[in-house]
């Protein structure tokens, strides 16, 4: 994950990696709940989830590093997010404490890794002034 002039592709990117295992580990959970939880809470976690993802790749698309900062800090926003609705399907009774803690075990190793990045982002940016 170094800032390197050596082009990483983005499926080949950790962050990336991880963020697309959580989209779908999520999704793997809502598509068996009832129509209710899925349309309401289901549906909003799988968005959040998805947007993890989705914000790390439209980040790395950007020209300036600057703006792939932004986008980690919305894609950073969306694993706090999913977290939240994970917590509420916990309470809910819609996935098992297990898948829970399975789920956010993977969200924690994305948060450190995340972070990480961020860091050799500014420091990216540092050293261009």
Request: glycine share 4%.
């Amino acid at each position: 994950m170094t800032m390197s002039k050596e082009y990483i592709p983005l499926e080949k990117l950790d962050i990336y990696i991880l963020a697309m295992e959580i989209g779908e580990m999520v999704w793997q959970l809502v598509e068996k709940w009832e129509y209710f939880p899925k349309r309401t809470v289901g549906r909003q976690l799988v968005e959040a989830a998805d947007s993890i993802a989705a914000n790390i790749s439209e980040g790395y698309g950007r020209f300036h590093y600057k703006e792939r900062l932004v986008f980690c800090y919305y894609s950073r926003g969306s694993m706090m997010e999913t977290i939240t609705w994970l917590k509420k399907s916990k309470e809910r009774k819609q996935i098992e404490p297990t898948e829970f803690q399975n789920l956010k075990a993977k969200i924690e190793i994305f948060h450190l890794k995340l972070n990480i990045y961020i860091k050799k982002l500014k420091q990216t940016i540092k050293n261009q002034k």
